[in-house]
């Protein structure tokens, strides 16, 4: 089965700019949709921006459209997260899952890493 583990998460001025990354071990993405979502205190989990296997397809949350950019690098088995002009409502954990569907429904994402934390001061 495989694990995935997000990285490149911290703190950052409004305006800023981080790349998240999202690496796959235990097997490769292979025919995988790979899926970043986001959990603020107090709320649920929620999509944030998906890539199909070939990357020919990508979708965002409007809330994050033009600013945030998706992209997967298959030979390095990883996803990555590209995310520019930031907000302090952008704040919150950030989490990579991987899903057999290209859908923002959290509930067929699955292999959950741990997340990494994004704090965007005002």
């Known amino acids: 089965q495989v694990q995935l583990v997000e990285s490149g998460g911290g703190l950052v001025q409004a305006g800023g700019s981080l790349r998240l990354s999202c690496a796959a071990s235990?097997?490769?993405?292979?025919?995988?949709?790979v899926g970043w979502f986001r959990q603020a205190p107090g709320k649920e989990r929620e999509f944030v921006a998906a890539i199909t296997w070939t990357g020919s397809s990508k979708d965002y949350a409007d809330s994050v459209k033009g600013r945030f950019t998706i992209s997967r690098d298959n030979a390095k088995n990883t996803v990555y997260l590209q995310m520019n002009s930031l907000k302090p409502e952008d704040t919150a954990v950030y989490y990579c899952g991987r899903s057999d569907y290209f859908i923002r429904v959290k509930s067929d994402y699955g292999s959950w890493g741990q997340g990494t934390q994004v704090t965007v001061s005002s």
């Open positions: 235990g097997r490769t993405f292979t025919g995988d949709v």
